[in-house]
Structures are given as structure tokens and as C-alpha cells.
């Protein structure tokens, strides 16, 4: 949820730290800050701001601050008020400071063990508990700091990435990861530790990523890796950086800018993955194969945006591979009993790889019996990829909005390739898949034109400006995309949104219906049109204002309770994927006409590390 950066060079490492903090803003935003070893007298320099990191920039060029080795943090508070004594890095004494992502679940037993042996907290955080341990340990002791902190961390029960230093060892910063990524960044002559490569792609593109329970010590010149007290070797991987991916160019924003970006990234998603009408399985793994043989049914497990992924995959998984299909959110999927019937693949979905519930979906699945488990995931390097048997990575890039857009299409991109694939065991013809295959290459090109509706939509937005509430509308396997349009309008507009069945409507949301209350629904040519249809006129009866993204090939007119927005005719299997583009321009649009920070909207960041 948070950023963490550090560096030791023999340069001043201030820019580096406020640079990777910057890219890594997307993470946790409500308070930054950064602790350098001073260039003199070994002294700790702790800088910190409430507000973005452009805050903390101008109080550490205020300060001054110069170094050569340093910790930085950008937070999303967990515990404790938005203050800047609640900021990291936290600090114990003057010798030592910290910054952790993640939560301490025990933290306050041992808060209280401190208290008692004469620590004063000045902070309402779990991890000046941390801090205050290490210290501790290396006061009674006189351990080193790498010993210090093995120790400590056997006390801790949760979730962290730590990177601490010590002012009487300017030459060293000690690192621990559990539950929390981390990677170090290689230089030469300098290195650097991040919880993501992102951070610091201005000064290095080679990264060797901790493993779960992995503690290390980062010199200047080398580094050491320890996992269960022996000596361990992790492999350098090279990460050639997109810069492009962390600037906005044309666009006022990243969310408008990636929403822009989505025929290229749902082609570069595809690219390798279907060929001459077929879908090439070998894509998901060497093991694909065999694994998907034994296959009977899938159990899906996801959060937020990818559950609703998650949630459309069920119907294609059910109508196009003809397999019984379950899925559970991931923060609740732990805490049931779970039956496992025969023959189940466990399907996790996640844009970062990192999410923390999906993560222990993940651990806990595999102390149950599922044939195997497959991630659908952006980031070939993430926790969630590496514990999985197998992968399909999304190709959607860098994904800096908080309010995810392309991520989402990605990911619906690879569940259709899944359930293609799986079909071919349970009766899909060589003549069907064909047909989906070639419908999937159109993807890139429908998207493409669906874009153009930006400015009929800007023109619609400026109705909700001044509305507090609003419904969605979907049937069947549209039903969960108009749970993504609420959710996106409620993300950055704050505007209170929430999603029904169209067949609900009778069953308690008509009550809501009057003029005040846009209602948003989404209307492809299937089905099930006649009963949305239906529906809609339910709403304008009792005075209802309703807008209708409606396939082209309707025919379907505006009238004075009724705004229709034309999307271009698209085959059936691919409606979901296109009316989401729409939602998510209407989102857009609304948000700027209510001036809220649509990158950064209030209370949430990009990636939940913590449950």
C-alpha cells in the first residue's frame, strides 16, 4: 500500500529518494518522508510533510538535506491520524531510523513491554513499535544491526517491508520482507532498495526481488541475502524502464491517458496468445497442458476491479467452456469453509500481483485440494506470479491511476483466452473457436472507435454535476460491468453509486428513482435486450432520468427522460469488454466536472498490500 525507496552512493542521494518517492506516489499519498544520514557528524536527518510528495519536496529543499545514505517513504495511513509525527520514517533515540509497509498485528503487547521498560512513543503507529525493538535489541546486546533486526522481526506477527539504518553505520542499510515486496536495485558503486522497481528506474535496470521471509544487508559496493538463517543467492533480473509509462504526455491525466492507451494494450495482451484462429495454450505455462486436462471446475479469487473481472469470467466460463464456475472475494474466501469439489483450478486476478487478501487466498488454497493454481496478473515479477503454477500476464504496462481502467480490460482480455482454452476440452468446436478468435482480434479496433464517444460523454457528465446519488443498470453478464461503471463514478467523483440487476428493480432500488437520481444503464443487442427494455421504462414512469449506452444496431432513440448514447454494434462474447469503456469516460468526465483529483482520489491508493 505505501513506497518505500532508500539508497547508499557516494553521491547525495536526496533527488534519488524524492524521484523514487514521486513514482511511487500512486501507492499511498496522504503523507511523505525521508531520513538521511547527514553528510557530517553521522546525524540523522528526518524530513517529513503531510500531503503529497511535492510537499516533502519543498521542505527538504528548505532543509537542505544532503547524504549518501537515506530511507524515504510515501504512506497510506493504517494506523493512526494523517499527521506528520505519524509519518515515517520513525525514528528511536537519534541512532536509529525505519520505514515499514505493511501492519504488525501484535503491536500492541509489545507497544506496552516498551512503555514499561521506559520507551516514549511520540507516535499512534505499529511501526515505531518496530523501531523501538530494534533499538532495544541492539542497546541490551550490542548486536549489529543486521542481528538486531533478526531478532526483532521473530516478535512481529503480520505483514511488513522494513529498510532500516543506523546513524553509527553510514555504510549499510538492513532490509526484511514478509508479506511485503521488496527488491534491490543494483548500481555501480551504489545500490538502492525499493518496494517497487519503479522507484528506481532514473538509476538502475537491474533488481534482485526478496523472497518471503528473505532479510538482507545492502552495502555500497555489494549486498547479502539470509533466508532461515543461511546465506542465499537471488537472481539479477534486467528491467529495461518505460519511461514513458510514468508521464502523462498529452493527456491532463494518467486515468485519461490509460483509458487512451487501451486498443494498445489489449492488442499487445493478445499478440502471442491466439495465432491463425486459435488460442496457443502454451501461453500459460509449460504445465498448461496436463494441468488444464484434469480440469472441472474453476474457483475464482479477486478484489475490487478484478473481482468484477472475476465475475464476468463466470459467465463465460459457464457459456463458453461449459465448466461450473465459482467466485469469492478474496478478503472473505479465507474465513469459510471451503469445499474443493474435484478437478478445481484456483484462478487468482490482480493487477499489482501484491494484493495482500489475494495473496493469502493464494497461501491458503494450496493447504486445500486444488489440481493447481493459475494467476492472472500485470507483473511478471510479483508475489502472486511466483507462487503460482501458472501465469497469464496482462500486458496493460504501468498502471498509475489509482481508479484502474486499462488493467481491467486486460485482464477481462485474458479470461476470455482462458475460457477459450478450457472450452476446447468440454465440446467448444474447432469452427466456435475460430469464431471467438477472430472476434478477439477486432478487440484493439472496437475499442478504438468506442474511444470517439469522449466528447458526446463530456457533454452528458455535466448533468451529474450537481447530483449526490446515482444507479447502474446491467442483466446478466453486464450485471458486473455495471458494478465496474459504479465503482469508477464513486472512486473519483465521490459520488454515491451502486449497482443492481436490472430485474432487481422492483425489489426494493425503484424506491430510490426520482428526478435527482441518474440512472446509468448498459444495453447490448442480446438476449436478454427485450427485459432491460422493459425494465428502463420502469424508470421513466416514475420520473426517472435514465442514460442508455446502447449497441448502435438497436435503434434505440433519446427522448426527454431518456439520453441514448450509441456504442458501436460489437459480437455478443465481446460486449462486456467494450460497454466498459464508456462507464469509464463517463466516470472521467463527471470527476472533472466536480474538480475532485481524479489520479489520486481521496482515502485509497493503487495497490492494498495490507488486509
Known amino acids: 500500500m505505501c513506497g518505500i525507496v532508500g539508497a547508499i552512493a557516494e553521491r547525495n542521494v536526496s533527488g534519488i529518494l524524492l524521484e523514487g518517492l514521486k513514482r511511487l506516489e500512486y501507492r499511498g499519498y496522504d503523507s511523505a518522508g525521508l531520513a538521511i544520514i547527514g553528510e557530517s557528524a553521522n546525524k540523522i536527518i528526518n524530513v517529513k510533510a503531510v500531503g503529497k510528495v511535492n510537499k516533502l519536496v519543498a521542505a527538504a529543499g528548505k532543509a537542505k538535506i544532503k547524504g549518501q545514505l537515506g530511507i524515504a517513504h510515501t504512506r497510506w495511513a493504517t494506523h493512526g491520524k494523517t499527521t506528520v509525527a505519524n509519518a515515517h520514517p520513525h525514528t528511536s533515540g537519534s541512532d536509529i531510523a525505519i520505514v515499514h509497509n505493511g501492519i504488525i498485528e501484535n503491536y500492541e503487547p509489545l507497544r506496552a513491554k516498551l512503555i514499561k521498560a521506559g520507551y516514549v512513543f511520540k507516535t499512534q503507529t505499529d511501526t515505531e513499535t518496530i523501531v523501538h525493538l530494534?533499538?532495544?535489541?541492539?542497546?541490551?546486546?550490542?548486536?549489529?544491526?543486521?542481528?538486531?533486526?533478526?531478532?526483532?522481526?521473530?516478535?512481529?506477527?503480520?505483514?511488513?517491508?522494513?529498510?532500516?539504518?543506523?546513524?553509527?553505520?553510514?555504510?549499510q542499510i538492513v532490509v526484511a520482507r514478509s508479506g511485503s515486496p521488496l527488491v534491490i536495485g543494483i548500481g555501480i558503486?551504489?545500490?538502492?532498495?525499493?518496494?517497487?522497481?519503479?522507484?528506481?528506474?532514473?538509476?538502475?535496470?537491474?533488481?534482485?526481488?526478496?523472497?518471503?521471509?528473505?532479510?538482507?544487508?545492502?552495502?555500497?559496493?555489494?549486498?547479502?541475502?539470509?533466508?532461515?538463517?543461511?546465506?542465499?543467492?537471488?537472481?539479477?533480473?534486467?528491467?529495461?524502464?518505460?519511461?514513458?509509462?510514468?508521464?502523462?504526455?498529452?493527456?491532463?491525466?494518467?486515468?485519461?491517458?490509460?483509458?487512451?492507451?487501451?486498443?494498445?494494450?489489449?492488442?499487445?495482451?493478445?499478440?502471442?496468445?491466439?495465432?491463425?484462429?486459435?488460442?496457443?495454450?502454451?501461453?500459460?505455462?509449460l504445465k498448461a497442458k496436463a494441468i488444464f486436462d484434469k480440469v472441472k471446475n474453476v474457483q475464482i479469487v479477486a478484489c475490487g476491479t478484478s473481482f468484477h473481472a472475476g465475475q464476468v469470467a463466470k459467465y463465460w466460463l459457464e457459456t463458453v467452456a461449459k465448466l461450473p464456475?465459482?467466485?469469492?472475494?478474496?478478503s472473505d474466501y479465507r474465513y469459510r469453509d471451503i469445499i474443493v469439489q474435484p478437478g478445481t483450478l484456483f484462478v487468482t486476478v490482480s493487477q499489482s500481483g501484491e494484493t495482500a487478501d489475494t495473496l493469502a487466498a493464494l497461501r491458503f488454497a494450496k493447504t486445500k485440494s486444488y489440481i493447481s493454481s493459475l494467476a492472472i496478473c500485470n507483473v511478471a515479477t510479483s508475489s502472486l506470479v511466483r507462487e503460482s503454477d501458472l501465469c497469464l500476464l496482462t500486458m496493460a504496462g504501468q498502471e498509475i491511476g489509482v481508479a484502474s481502467t486499462k488493467a481491467f480490460t486486460t485482464q477481462l482480455a485474458v479470461l476470455l483466452v482462458l475460457s477459450i482454452v478450457l472450452g476446447r476440452r468440454t465440446g467448444l468446436s474447432v469452427k466456435q473457436e475460430t469464431k471467438l478468435v477472430k472476434d478477439l482480434a477486432r478487440l484493439p479496433g472496437l475499442i478504438e472507435e468506442t474511444l470517439g464517444l469522449s466528447k458526446e460523454i463530456k457533454k452528458v457528465s455535466k448533468q451529474f454535476s450537481d447530483k449526490n446519488h446515482s444507479l447502474f443498470l446491467g442483466r446478466g453478464i453486464q450485471y458486473p460491468i455495471a458494478k465496474e461503471g459504479a465503482l469508477k463514478l464513486k472512486e473519483i467523483s465521490y459520488i454515491h453509486a451502486e449497482a443492481y440487476p436490472a430485474g432487481e428493480l422492483k425489489h426494493g432500488p425503484l424506491a430510490l428513482v426520482d428526478d435527482q437520481m441518474p440512472v446509468v444503464?448498459?444495453?447490448?443487442?442480446?438476449?436478454?435486450?427485450?427485459?432491460?427494455?422493459?425494465?428502463?421504462?420502469?424508470?421513466?414512469?416514475?420520473?426517472?432520468?435514465?442514460?442508455?449506452?446502447?449497441?448502435?444496431?438497436?435503434?434505440?432513440?433519446?427522448?426527454?427522460?431518456?439520453?441514448?448514447?450509441?456504442?458501436?454494434?460489437?459480437?455478443?462474447?465481446?460486449?462486456?469488454i467494450v460497454f466498459t469503456i464508456p462507464l469509464q469516460l463517463l466516470s472521467y468526465h463527471v470527476a472533472i466536472t466536480k474538480g475532485t483529483d481524479v489520479d489520486h482520489p481521496r482515502n485509497l491508493a493503487k495497490s492494498v498490500t495490507v488486509e
Not at 464456475?325 to 478474496?330: M, N, P, S, V
Not at 421504462?537 to 426517472?544: E, L
Request: aromatic share 6%; charged share 30%.
Open 189 to 285: 558503486g551504489e545500490n538502492f532498495v525499493a518496494s517497487d522497481p519503479l522507484a528506481l528506474g532514473q538509476v538502475t535496470d537491474r533488481f534482485v526481488y526478496l523472497e518471503e521471509g528473505d532479510i538482507a544487508l545492502v552495502g555500497r559496493e555489494s549486498y547479502e541475502i539470509w533466508h532461515d538463517g543461511k546465506k542465499v543467492r537471488r537472481k539479477v533480473t534486467t528491467i529495461r524502464s518505460k519511461a514513458a509509462d510514468a508521464e502523462k504526455g498529452e493527456y491532463k491525466h494518467f486515468m485519461l491517458k490509460e483509458i487512451h492507451e487501451q486498443p494498445r494494450v489489449l492488442q499487445d495482451t493478445l499478440d502471442g496468445r491466439i495465432s491463425k484462429g486459435k488460442v496457443l495454450e502454451e501461453a500459460f505455462g
Open 521 to 576: 444503464a448498459v444495453a447490448p443487442n442480446n438476449d436478454l435486450l427485450g427485459k432491460l427494455q422493459a425494465n428502463l421504462s420502469t424508470v421513466s414512469a416514475r420520473g426517472g432520468k435514465l442514460y442508455v449506452f446502447a449497441d448502435e444496431s438497436i435503434g434505440y432513440k433519446s427522448e426527454q427522460s431518456c439520453k441514448v448514447i450509441h456504442v458501436p454494434n460489437c459480437p455478443d462474447i465481446l460486449a462486456p
Open 325 to 330: 464456475c465459482q467466485i469469492d472475494i478474496a
Open 134 to 171: 530494534i533499538h532495544q535489541g541492539r542497546k541490551k546486546g550490542k548486536v549489529s544491526l543486521l542481528d538486531a533486526v533478526k531478532n526483532t522481526i521473530k516478535k512481529l506477527h503480520g505483514a511488513y517491508g522494513l529498510c532500516v539504518i543506523d546513524r553509527n553505520l553510514p555504510d
